[in-house]
């Protein structure tokens, strides 16, 4: 019995140390394709290579459900982009405001940036900008851009604010986007 159990534990050590060998030739010729994919999902190195390391160990794990004869690269990426979309980087990191972030967004001369200088005058150039576009605008469509864009309120709610009907609103945010449009083309 106990050579028959001996037996059992060689051939599975074997088929493992089959199964581990063909894994690597799937997927070691796809290393770089992963890693370029994992860039510009994660647009940076250490991210990066986080993510490949951790579509190898989950593809590793999962190799034995993995079917013969389908496509393995396929399979791979696929798990590449799960990786990532359940990621600190990826759709959880998307979904968080940062309190830098919002304070950047706020304030943008006060947040520390690692951005150029001639970037920081562009930004600024660019924000002067759309501040004299909106004063152009009239009173009407100014307040409703100003609702719906900047304190980000629904058609109902500025509505109800404005007591006008909810076409109106849906006009006028229209004719105001247009309006600043043609302003910032002008302008450039």
């Not at 304070?103 to 690692?114: G, K, R, V």
């Not at 980000?152 to 986007?177: F, N």
Request: hydrophobic share 45%; proline share 6%.
């Amino acid at each position: 019995m106990a050579l028959l159990a001996w037996e059992f534990g060689k051939k599975a050590a074997q088929t493992q140390a089959f199964e581990t060998q063909t894994f690597e030739s799937f997927a070691m010729p796809l290393l770089p394709s992963l890693y370029n994919l994992a860039m510009w999902l994660c647009r940076n190195p250490p991210d990066a290579e986080d993510l490949v390391q951790e579509t190898f160990l989950k593809a590793l794990r999962g190799y034995p459900s993995f079917k013969p004869g389908s496509n393995f690269k396929a399979w791979i990426f696929r798990i590449l982009r799960n990786t990532h979309l359940t990621s600190r980087t990826g759709l959880a990191a998307r979904r968080t405001v940062w309190l830098d972030d919002e304070l950047e967004a706020s304030h943008p001369e006060t947040a520390i940036d690692n951005q150029t200088p001639e970037l920081n005058l562009l930004a600024l150039s660019d924000r002067a900008a759309i501040h004299s576009a909106l004063e152009q605008l009239p009173p009407p469509l100014l307040e409703v851009v100003l609702l719906c864009d900047v304190e980000e309120m629904k058609y109902r709610e500025i509505a109800t604010v404005l007591d006008i009907p909810i076409g109106t609103v849906m006009s006028r945010i229209a004719r105001a986007r247009a309006a600043l449009r043609q302003l910032l083309e002008v302008s450039r």
